[in-house]
């Protein structure tokens, strides 16, 4: 996510990346708020005013629709992780540094995970720093990467 904040996936990307970012930051926040008060109370005054202790706790939406859409983002995360999981085992196993290039990712998964991840996995690609990437689908419901470094 790095990357795409600092523009690397032009203007919309890095706006959406400091969105979530931003969010990410304040549902910590507020959850460390009462195991760290004193420490969750001052990072939050630098971007925030008033309290952290009298913040709204973060809410999870509740209606039929969002539980869908939250499950297929559930799924993708789901997915996307598994798939940088693999690029950065392969790297920890060839004893390289995980900045280390690679020059080809092969994604196998199936066909409407491979969909949704071609979508999306621009920021794996950054994360793990691959040149390529190819998508294969399969019958399987698993997914699996098979990496070729520099």
């Known amino acids: 996510m790095k990357g795409r904040a600092y523009g690397s996936h032009g203007d919309d990307g890095a706006v959406s990346a400091r969105i979530a970012l931003r969010r990410a930051l304040s549902v910590i926040q507020r959850l460390f708020a009462p195991i760290l008060p004193f420490a969750a109370e001052e990072v939050w005054s630098w971007w925030n005013a008033g309290s952290v202790h009298r913040a709204q706790?973060?809410?999870?939406?509740?209606?039929?629709?969002?539980?869908?859409?939250?499950?297929?983002?559930?799924?993708?995360?789901?997915?996307?992780?598994?798939?940088?999981?693999?690029?950065?085992?392969?790297?920890?196993?060839?004893?390289?540094?995980?900045?280390?290039?690679?020059?080809?990712?092969?994604?196998?998964?199936?066909?409407?995970?491979?969909?949704?991840?071609?979508?999306?996995?621009?920021?794996?690609?950054?994360a793990g720093s691959v040149l390529e990437v190819t998508f294969h689908p399969t019958d399987s419901t698993d997914i699996s990467v098979d990496v070729t470094l520099v």
């Open 57 to 126: 706790w973060p809410l999870v939406a509740t209606d039929v629709t969002s539980d869908v859409t939250h499950a297929a983002d559930v799924d993708l995360l789901d997915a996307l992780c598994a798939s940088l999981g693999y690029i950065r085992r392969a790297k920890t196993e060839a004893k390289v540094s995980q900045r280390a290039e690679v020059a080809a990712a092969q994604v196998t998964a199936p066909r409407a995970v491979i969909d949704a991840l071609q979508a999306n996995f621009g920021d794996v690609s950054d």
